[in-house]
């Protein structure tokens, strides 16, 4: 089956940085767009950024535009997101997940998920 395992969270104080990467299996991964997501306590699940299948196309919340970078290497079965000057309102629970198609800034569009790394930035 397709398993998606993030690595990577932690906590870091603010302005410093951190590498989230997740590994999948279970699919042809060069099919799929790989996303990031995030979800905060008491909040929705948010669009991060994401890369189409061959890393041509990427797209990034305006939030953290600048700042991160998404990134993948298709012969690994990887997919990474590079965090630069945190910030304490980008912690939280980040989710990578694969995507066929369809509108890729969507949570709806991305039938595979991960189980989430925690990242916790202080102030």
């Known amino acids: 089956q397709v398993q998606l395992v993030e690595t990577g969270g932690g906590l870091v104080q603010a302005g410093g940085s951190l590498r989230l990467s997740c590994a999948a299996s279970?699919?042809?991964?060069?099919?799929?767009?790989m996303g990031w997501f995030r979800q905060a306590p008491g909040k929705e699940r948010e669009f991060v950024s994401t890369?189409?299948?061959?890393?041509?196309?990427?797209y990034y919340a305006d939030s953290v535009k600048g700042r991160f970078t998404i990134s993948r290497d298709n012969a690994r079965n990887t997919v990474y997101l590079q965090m630069n000057s945190l910030k304490p309102e980008d912690t939280a629970v980040y989710y990578c997940?694969?995507?066929?198609?369809?509108?890729?800034?969507?949570?709806?569009?991305?039938?595979?998920w991960g189980q989430g790394t925690q990242v916790t930035v202080s102030s």
């Open positions: 997940a694969a995507a066929g198609g369809g509108r890729l800034g969507l949570t709806k569009s991305y039938p595979y």
């Open positions: 279970g699919l042809t991964f060069s099919n799929y767009a």
């Open positions: 890369s189409s299948r061959d890393g041509g196309t990427i």
